[in-house]
């Protein structure tokens, strides 16, 4: 009684590709050699939850200026080798992590300097966790 109507049912839809977003996360150490961290809006993905300070997240990886223009404190920064990949539910992220060292202006920083020994006291979300990692793996 089946045969012959598969040509009939409907087809599964094909998923659609998931957009890859690309940004900038600054990885920004004090003189004490704690890391700035700060609170993310709480609107929005990861809403309220701490973050490793990065650009905003679009198509392409952002240009020297607008990592200049987005960073947290002027500071020499270094870009490290290789990025952190994470999948969200709607979008691939890719984030290259540039390093620097904060200079005597350092306490002027919108965030929180945390010693990295207690990265682990901060509800960091999955994608922050892998940005630490590779920060620390590269540093």
């Not at 900038?24 to 004490?32: E, F, G, K, S, T």
């Not at 992220?93 to 901060?122: C, K, S």
Request: some cysteine; hydrophobic content about 40%.
């Amino acid at each position: 009684a089946c045969a012959g109507i598969a040509e009939n049912l409907p087809r599964k839809a094909a998923k659609a590709e998931k957009p890859t977003r690309r940004g900038v996360a600054y990885w920004l150490l004090n003189p004490d050699g704690a890391v700035l961290l700060r609170r993310r809006a709480e609107e929005g993905l990861l809403g309220g939850m701490a973050e490793v300070p990065s650009t905003s997240w679009g198509p392409e990886l952002p240009g020297d200026t607008a990592v200049a223009a987005q960073q947290p404190l002027p500071a020499r920064w270094r870009r490290l080798p290789g990025l952190v990949r994470h999948t969200f539910t709607h979008f691939h992220l890719e984030l290259e992590v540039v390093a620097g060292q904060a200079g005597a202006d350092w306490r002027q920083a919108d965030g929180t300097w945390v010693p990295v020994d207690r990265l682990g006291d901060h509800a960091l979300p999955s994608v922050m966790v892998k940005v630490v990692r590779h920060a620390l793996s590269h540093g």
